[in-house]
């Protein structure tokens, strides 16, 4: 686990389908929409529906009032 170098929140980094980083809040969050799962010393992200059983987390994009700064394009 870490902590956002913005707003100091604890994040956790996974890689997502694409290949690249990204952080996501580290407590679970009935409006995520990603699961997170270990695999090979790395956490996974995976977008799943609204339907989906188990803890969701959400990207900390969504909530980071300085999320901006740290966008890259894609």
Same mark, same amino acid.
């Given at each position: 686990?870490?902590?956002?170098?913005?707003?100091?929140?604890?994040? !956790?980094?996974?890689?997502?389908?694409?290949?690249?980083?990204?952080?996501?809040? *580290?407590?679970?969050?009935? +409006?995520? %929409? $990603?699961?997170?799962?270990?695999?090979?010393?790395?956490?996974?992200?995976?977008? !799943?529906?609204?339907?989906?059983?188990?803890?969701?987390?959400?990207?900390?994009? *969504?909530?980071?009032?300085? +999320?901006? %700064? $740290?966008?890259?394009?894609?």
């Amino acid at each position: 686990m870490a902590n956002c170098r913005s707003c100091k929140a604890s994040i !956790v980094w996974a890689i997502t389908s694409t290949g690249r980083r990204m952080p996501f809040d *580290a407590k679970p969050d009935s +409006a995520g %929409r $990603f699961t997170l799962t270990p695999r090979g010393g790395d956490m996974v992200a995976e977008h !799943v529906g609204t339907d989906h059983e188990g803890p969701l987390y959400r990207s900390h994009f *969504a909530t980071c009032l300085e +999320a901006d %700064r $740290f966008r890259r394009p894609r």
